[in-house]
């Protein structure tokens, strides 16, 4: 039987970003790269995959050693994915060997001996496959998970990276613009409806909820979708909102489904020719209480700018997004495989974390959805408990540099490791 | 004839915020009441309007003086209008005396002599007639307006409170989102779509075309409502944004129009100044690109989010806001009627700006439009001349205090002034 941990040489780190990239999944590289750099005597070169795994198929790598030491420390305020990420998911050995043995092809052309993938819950997937391969074909590599997804969903770490930052920002746009509508709300516009990411989990829409400290605050309602829309009760709570408060702040998630569990967005209005309007799911509720109600409304889909707005990051979020990913070299370094560095909190007031081990097989494959206990009886609102595991999560702000006005993000050289194979691969 | 100015006697103010609000007409609010209180030998009491000059018509005075220090400055930092604002245009004398007779039985009965009225071209039309009621109906008031407006298409004023955050807001999302879709654009997303506000003038789509500071950075398309929207034109130059570049992100004005004069998306309500309610345009012009070029993509519609950031406010938008409001106090201390403080560009680098004294009949009604040479020749994006005039205006910022990892809004007591007339007025 094969050994599953190799013996530390001075072998190179392959590093690549995975699906929807976030606030601060650079920070995460940058932990990476500045711990190796730190390391210079056990670890060799760190290459990136150009467009995450894609980059690795393809052996378009990246030398992060052309870069600076100021342009590596900039990724820590740099939103988005500076090497490119990628929507790819390995199959398994047996479906697609073909990929596999690609991938060592490659490892073996660069001596990379460190597999390091930064993403969500597929990309975990990925990454035990990697772990595998000194089992199963016999490619002595250690491969490490880095936790990142806005959507919260990865099991074991009491957060995932990104999501602070994304949670920040939907709290805030929602304590901003119900301030708006509260002004407006006499003579104009009574509904302001804020449509916010999470898929099937309500995590981001539960971070709207954070702005509602007192009796009254918006968000009046939010909708996720844990709970089945009810459009009788969704309208009563509207108007009881109106009629107490003279407006209603309503956060929704893009997730939302009907009895029948079809997405509330897919249900949407017609146009003149009969076609299916394709929307957010924030117009379609908006225009229910505007056909039913009558209510002046206004409506904002907040798409990328959440998950790309480091300007409002959580300092938090930064802050451990960062030690997953020099918890990860620090994992290489000590000869581990197949885990990931994940968050541990120790204490809720103060919040206090550390960053533990968690084994991937425990990670991947595994969705982490709301406790239910987090989303009060009536289903418009979050419960204490929830506020109590969200509230640190958005703790402290960590502002860019700004030039001119505007934030200062770096964009990489991203020199090209010359290639050594001279197949291509298909991808 | 009358008067047009009176003798400055210890009278009362009264200050009303109109329209849509901004992130910084607070801070306008907060120069008026701060500069008030330091001139309490020659001025009375601030009322303000609940919901803005409806307030006046109904007799519902808002009391600044009961609210400490603290929170009036506070204002400074918090969107939106803390006292409420309206869309509601005071109609010609001729048309609806019994309105200017009930404003000047209110004025009366609460010694009103200075009228401050913050708002953009339609309520500096209402300030005007309101300039005009000592020499129409003998009652002596001095009318100023505290200029306000994200459209910025107030003349004689270098730029408008309000839009310099929209602004700052615009350029930093949509450089910030164009990082993410370029880190995703080589397997998933490669357009992402902007929606602004603006109305009929470009300014605030102009302000996104300040994160393209290098050629083929974002966005690499603006779409104005000066420009008549050419499909083939436009498609032609998404498609080469995304050969060249591999992305392409886009930021669009809600006031886009065909050639038949047509919105590209409307909404067909409208408001009470009979505006027609605009949104929705991102989701027409995302749909072109994916029918007619497969371009997957992702669209944000900003709408209320961008004119309430103040979390990213300009600090040069809060100065000046703070400094017309003040101003506003001296204009009035100066026996001045029917002006409005403007802030006039003395120096464009350094910027250096300055308040002067613009008469109202100069300014009401009159829509400021986009300079023809502000637009690239191609009609897609800024000049250089453009860039000169709007780069100064989203300088600096000026963040909030935060709590809790939340920004922290004043909301004040809004204590009411007791009424004094026995009439109602239906309003």
Chains 1, 2 share one sequence.
């Not at 009881?240 to 997405?263: L, Q, T, W």
Request: aromatic letters at 8%; hydrophobic letters at 40%.
């Amino acid at each position: 039987m094969a050994k599953t941990t190799v013996k530390i040489a001075k072998k190179n780190v392959f590093y690549a970003q995975s699906g929807g990239v976030t606030a601060v999944i650079n920070a995460s590289a940058c932990g990476v790269i500045e711990t190796a750099r730190k390391n210079k005597d056990k670890i060799g070169k760190v290459y990136a995959g150009r467009n995450g795994i894609i980059g690795a198929l393809s052996e378009e790598l990246i030398d992060t050693g052309k870069e600076p030491a100021r342009a590596i420390a900039a990724l820590r305020h740099t939103p988005s994915g500076a090497f490119g990420s990628c929507r790819y998911k390995l199959k398994g050995l047996a479906e697609n060997r073909a990929e596999y043995e690609r991938l060592i092809e490659v490892f073996e052309a660069h001596n990379i001996g460190y597999f390091f993938y930064n993403g969500g819950g597929d990309s975990a997937d990925t990454c035990l496959k990697i772990s595998q391969l000194s089992k199963t074909l016999g490619y002595p590599i250690q491969a490490i998970h880095i936790p990142k997804t806005v959507d919260n969903d990865l099991p074991i770490t009491d957060n995932c990276p990104g999501f602070g930052s994304v949670a920040k920002y939907v709290a805030v746009s929602i304590r901003e613009a119900a301030f708006d509508v509260a002004s407006m709300a006499k003579t104009s516009t009574k509904i302001f409806v804020l449509e916010v990411m999470g898929r099937h989990a309500g995590w981001i829409a539960a971070a709207g909820g954070l702005a509602a400290e007192n009796e009254g605050d918006a968000p009046q309602i939010i909708l996720f979708p844990e709970v089945v829309f009810n459009e009788r009760k969704f309208l009563a709570r509207v108007k009881e909102s109106v009629n107490k408060y003279g407006c209603c702040a309503i956060v929704v998630s893009e997730g939302v489904r009907d009895s029948k569990g079809r997405f509330l967005a897919e249900s949407g209005t017609r146009d003149a020719f009969g076609h299916v309007q394709l929307g957010g799911v924030a117009l379609v509720v908006a225009q229910m209480i505007q056909e039913k109600l009558g209510y002046k409304h206004h409506w904002a889909v907040a798409d990328y700018l959440q998950r790309a707005a480091r300007h409002i990051a959580s300092k938090t979020d930064v802050e451990q997004a960062y030690a997953v990913g020099k918890a990860a070299v620090e994992m290489a370094l000590a000869g581990k495989n197949a885990v990931m560095p994940a968050i541990k909190r120790t204490s809720n007031k103060p919040y206090r974390w550390k960053i533990v081990e968690a084994r991937l097989a425990k990670v991947a494959n595994r969705e982490k959805m709301m406790p239910k206990n987090y989303i009060s009886k009536d289903g418009f609102h979050i419960t204490q408990r929830c506020r109590g595991y969200l509230q640190p999560l958005i703790q402290g702000e960590d502002y860019p540099p700004f030039k001119n006005g505007l934030p200062q993000y770096v964009t990489l050289k991203n020199v090209a490791v010359k290639k050594k194979l001279k197949k291509s691969f298909k991808v």
